[in-house]
């Protein structure tokens, strides 16, 4: 068991600082990078995206702004990168970045926890007769709903690690699952 872990945390939301990547690099001795880019209203914009084109719905910057300038420094100093930024759409999110690790001829392996999405579910959840917790509102129309998601936690991310992954995307989980799925793998918990 490891007795000490060290985690960057680059990001908090969505549009924040992508500096803060390099500059955490820029230090060569991180064991983690975490990103956290979703919050309700994100999830929304993202599932608007991906309405328009099913290969959208994540954070594009996060690939293109983020590690498709930082990979190879990523891959030197064997970083794990841990992010929810695959949005609505984590599958999509992780194959475009296999395609960078692919074009800079790098060796790092991609993970996507997936089990977020319960859209398959909208039709049992109508039924069921849902109303919201706090304002007991009803359960929308099923032809208006855009997304479902559930919150995952740190485990399938630990798993990942575990598994071998150097890169872990998800869509919707807690926020600290990132950070605590680093510890939970480091530490054994």
Request: aromatic share 8%; hydrophobic share 45%.
């Given at each position: 068991m490891?007795?000490?872990?060290?985690?960057?945390g680059a990001s908090?939301?969505?549009?924040?600082?992508v500096?803060?990547?390099?500059?955490?690099?820029?230090?060569?001795n991180?064991?983690?990078?975490?990103?956290?880019?979703?919050?309700e209203?994100?999830?929304?914009i993202m599932?608007?995206?991906r309405?328009?084109d099913p290969?959208?719905?994540y954070?594009?910057?996060f690939?293109t702004?983020?590690?498709?300038?930082?990979?190879?420094q990523?891959?030197?100093?064997?970083?794990?990168i841990l992010?929810n930024a695959?949005?609505?759409?984590?599958?999509?999110?992780?194959e475009?970045i296999?395609?960078?690790v692919?074009?800079?001829?790098?060796n790092?392996?991609?993970a996507?926890?997936?089990?977020?999405?319960?859209m398959?579910?909208?039709?049992?959840?109508?039924?069921l007769?849902?109303?919201e917790?706090?304002?007991?509102v009803?359960?929308?129309p099923?032809?208006?709903?855009?997304?479902?998601?559930?919150?995952?936690?740190?485990f399938?991310?630990?798993q990942?690690l575990?598994?071998?992954?150097?890169?872990v995307?998800?869509?919707?989980?807690?926020?600290s699952?990132?950070?605590?799925?680093?510890?939970?793998?480091?530490f054994?918990?």
């Amino acid at each position: 068991m490891t007795k000490s872990v060290r985690i960057g945390g680059a990001s908090g939301f969505w549009g924040d600082s992508v500096v803060a990547t390099p500059q955490l690099l820029n230090n060569n001795n991180l064991d983690f990078i975490v990103y956290d880019y979703l919050a309700e209203i994100t999830m929304s914009i993202m599932a608007r995206a991906r309405a328009k084109d099913p290969k959208m719905g994540y954070a594009v910057d996060f690939v293109t702004s983020v590690l498709q300038l930082n990979l190879r420094q990523i891959a030197e100093q064997k970083v794990k990168i841990l992010s929810n930024a695959g949005g609505v759409n984590p599958e999509a999110c992780a194959e475009a970045i296999r395609k960078l690790v692919k074009d800079q001829n790098l060796n790092l392996n991609v993970a996507v926890v997936i089990g977020d999405d319960l859209m398959g579910q909208k039709e049992q959840f109508k039924k069921l007769a849902i109303k919201e917790m706090y304002s007991d509102v009803e359960f929308p129309p099923v032809e208006k709903i855009a997304s479902i998601n559930a919150y995952l936690g740190a485990f399938p991310i630990a798993q990942a690690l575990k598994d071998g992954a150097d890169i872990v995307i998800t869509g919707r989980s807690v926020d600290s699952a990132v950070t605590l799925g680093a510890c939970i793998h480091s530490f054994g918990w």
